[in-house]
């Protein structure tokens, strides 16, 4: 066996550490819901020994990241790693820094720590190497992720020759994940797949076992809309299939998604749906939301549904005749939502400030990131927006979706269905969430609320749906997004009903 050589299991769960959670983790002592950095060593322990998730991403960029955590988990739970080897059975994955977006400080720290924990598995007889393959956020070409493996690969053998002496013998291989995140991108990953296999070739002299691309779904939701988002992840999917068998590399897709429609949509009550949803994933994420505002049972159960299913779905092939009019029908719903959005987004900038933190988190730099704007306005986090429009009575979902609807043929709207299976019962649920009189209020000071007056109309007549609150707590939240507009100037009180409103609907963001 070599290092390039595949030597393990892919992971069907990957846990995260994405801030979404609106209860206080159940290991959590202090039970605040707020998950400091030297916490999150017993957060991954709990993720695998707990929930027996198969892999913990650990996310360098963006925020802090502790950057002793083999040290912690080899020394502080020993023996739980002595039987349970990372890197073997279990895996922990590190979302590295994007240096061509961020300053590579913590991608030196990181990398550091790649080479280091395989010489302190060496030491302790542990399996090496522990840390194996990383995340590159961003990914916009090939060139960034060879530039990174050869980095590594440099960084090990000046480490080797330089520091140690031979003491120790690192791998210089490192494996990396290329997360795709914008709609545009992922429309073209088979363009970037193919690029990676020649000039990984030319670098290697081989090509890669296999590859796990990641496509995201937060971030492209807050920037083109959530239909647009969701149809591009279908294309994506489908264009990874075709590399994979125009090559014979393995391809393990893998997706990143909250527990909201908005986000993706993966919760522990509809594991069913979402792995009819997404055939072809083999790996997806469960964020904090997803771990910690349902029962841990329930949450239990749905991870080994989850791992029995999901990596024996068969990837929908789209042809290029339907992907054609997908893309068009992608370009209808992001116009839409990127113009509503533009025009309302002065009434919900002060709230997304308020949706409390739950990670010490730098200042944003992802994909939104470098004063991304849309028109004069600056887009917040996708959790916080997300957060901050469900606490108003304001799904995101909905906005532009309806005005988008309504300009389709029955073709496309057939289409849309086919590769889109959960949109009527997202936009139902999501409205389920929705204060009318939220929009009402809106449009008395800004005309514009009309055109989300226009989609809560265009959804209803299209989907024949009642979009709004059906059950008790459902109803219990309208009321308290109602408070929010009503509570001017008091921020503390309206953070205390964006915490409630979250607990409700299960999800912070």
């Known amino acids: 066996m070599t290092q390039f050589d595949v030597q393990r299991t892919i992971p069907a769960i990957m846990a995260t550490q994405h801030p979404d959670n609106a209860h206080a983790p159940y290991w959590e002592t202090d039970g605040d819901g707020f998950v400091s950095v030297h916490e999150e060593s017993k957060e991954c322990v709990s993720a ?3 929930l027996h998730v198969q892999e913990f991403m650990w996310d360098w960029e963006g925020k802090h990241a502790d950057a002793a955590v083999i040290d912690k988990l080899f020394t502080e739970y020993h023996e739980y790693f002595k039987e349970h080897q990372i890197g073997k059975e279990i895996f922990l994955t590190f979302r590295i820094p994007n240096i061509w977006h961020e300053k590579g400080y913590s991608l030196l720290r990181a990398l550091s720590v790649i080479l280091t924990s395989e010489d302190f598995a060496k030491d302790l007889n542990f399996h090496t190497p522990p840390l194996f393959e990383v995340i590159l956020p961003m990914t916009e070409s090939a060139d960034q992720l060879v530039h990174i493996q050869n980095a590594y690969k440099k ?15 690192n791998q210089e291989y490192l494996r990396i994940i290329p997360l795709v995140e914008g709609i545009e991108s992922q429309l073209e990953i088979g363009t970037l797949l193919r690029d990676y296999i020649v000039k990984h070739t030319q670098l290697f002299n081989r090509p890669p076992t296999y590859i796990r691309p990641f496509l995201a779904a937060s971030d492209p939701a807050l920037v083109g809309g959530v239909v647009a988002t969701v149809l591009a992840n279908k294309i994506a999917l489908s264009e ?18 909250g527990s909201l429609p908005f986000r993706g949509g993966l919760n522990p009550e509809n594991v069913d749906r979402f792995i009819k949803e997404y055939k072809g994933v083999r790996t997806v994420t469960v964020q904090s939301a997803f771990r910690y505002d349902y029962p841990k049972e329930q949450v239990e159960a749905a991870i080994q549904k989850l791992k029995r299913e999901l990596p024996y779905t068969d990837t929908i092939i789209i042809s290029d005749e339907e992907k054609n009019t997908l893309i068009n029908i992608i370009h209808k ?30 200042l944003h ?5 470098y004063g991304r704007n849309m028109g004069k306005n600056t887009l917040p986090r996708a959790i916080c927006f997300t957060g901050a429009c469900y606490s108003l009575g304001i799904p995101p979902e909905l906005i532009g979706s309806g005005q988008a609807l309504a300009t389709l043929t029955e073709p496309e709207f057939q289409l849309l269905k086919k590769h889109y299976i959960s949109f009527e019962q997202n936009m139902l649920e999501a409205g389920r969430y929705l204060n009318k009189e939220t929009v009402n209020t809106y449009i008395e ?7 989300i007056a226009r989609d809560i109309h265009d959804l209803e007549h299209h989907l024949h749906i009642t979009l709004g609150p059906q059950t008790p707590a459902e109803h219990i939240h309208h009321n308290l997004s109602a408070n929010m507009l009503l509570a001017k100037g008091d921020n503390t009180y309206r953070q205390e009903l964006i915490i ?3 607990k409700i609907r299960k999800s912070l963001g």
């Open 48 to 50: 695998f020994q707990d």
């Open 155 to 169: 960084f090990a053998q000046f480490k080797q020759d330089v520091l140690d002496q031979q003491q120790y013998t």
């Open 240 to 257: 990874i299939a075709k590399v994979s068998k125009e090559t014979g590399i393995p391809m393990y897709p893998i997706i990143g998604v």
């Open 333 to 362: 719903f992001k116009t839409h939502y990127q113009f509503t959005l533009d025009k309302i987004l002065p009434e919900l900038e002060p709230f997304f400030s308020l949706v409390p933190k739950r990670r010490e988190r730098k």
């Open 365 to 369: 730099i992802g994909l939104l990131g």
């Open 445 to 451: 000071t800004n005309k514009a609320w009309q055109f």
């Open 500 to 502: 409630k409103t979250g």
